[in-house]
């Protein structure tokens, strides 16, 4: 119930494709769901995070789109560009907790 | 804001040894946390302090981890007689006392455990 479910483990697109990576929960007391993005030797960036009360939300070419019912969330990234290749993670956390429970991660590369 | 800083960035010490980490999170910050991440894998949550009160352990943090925050400012996280399944990158975040703000982390320290 802990876990967050994330795929694919990798992806490959052309410039300017919309890579979407996708994530899934079972624990109904998460309410609160950040995508990081992680270039090698770096520490996680955050990028853009959502509300479960929330559909969807964007962030300049970052997306998160939201499904409550399905439990399950999904960020894409529109006019993708080599400079967005990096591994990127979902997480997920409770109220009264704080703590992130991240997904496996989804190493994108984006071809020039 | 300087971000969070962590110091070392890489340590690399004999198996049995002991090794310390700092963490310097933003300033104003009363939410710290440690993770460890190990390659091709995504952060796991070892601990967290506000202020200076250590609130929650994972059970990860065998009793040769020690993390403290003594004044609610930096933190130090000490393993004691390294092995080689401690090698990870270990990673700080800080973040404000409001419900659901996002973490901000650090750079990480690797550790490498020859």
């Known amino acids: 119930q802990q876990q967050v479910k994330q795929s694919p483990q990798s992806l490959i697109v052309q410039k300017g494709g919309i890579p979407i990576i996708n994530c899934a929960y079972e624990n109904t007391a998460f309410d609160y769901f950040p995508w990081y993005q992680q270039f090698p030797g770096k520490g996680p960036a955050l990028l853009i995070a959502i509300r479960p009360d929330v559909s969807e939300k964007k962030e300049g070419r970052f997306t998160i789109s939201f499904n409550k019912s399905a439990k399950q969330f999904s960020l894409h990234i529109m006019d993708s560009q080599p400079g967005d290749s990096a591994t990127y993670f979902c997480?997920?956390?409770?109220?009264?907790?704080?703590?992130?429970?991240f997904g496996t991660g989804t190493r994108l590369k984006v071809l020039a | 804001d300087t971000g969070v800083s962590q110091d070392p960035r890489h340590k690399i010490t004999k198996r049995g040894q002991n090794v310390t980490f700092r963490c310097d999170p933003i300033?104003?910050?009363?939410?710290l946390y440690w993770y460890r991440q190990t390659l091709g894998q995504g952060p796991e949550f070892l601990t967290y302090f506000q202020n200076e009160a250590q609130l929650e352990k994972s059970r990860l943090l065998s009793d040769r981890f020690s993390a403290e925050r003594p004044k609610g400012s930096f933190s130090t996280l000490e393993i004691q007689r390294t092995e080689q399944g401690d090698s990870a990158m270990y990673l700080c975040a800080s973040t404000s006392d409001t419900s659901n703000q996002p973490q901000h982390f650090g750079d990480g320290t690797r550790l490498s455990i020859l």
């Open positions: 300033s104003e910050h009363n939410r």
């Open positions: 997480a997920a956390s409770k109220r009264g907790t704080y703590k992130y429970i």
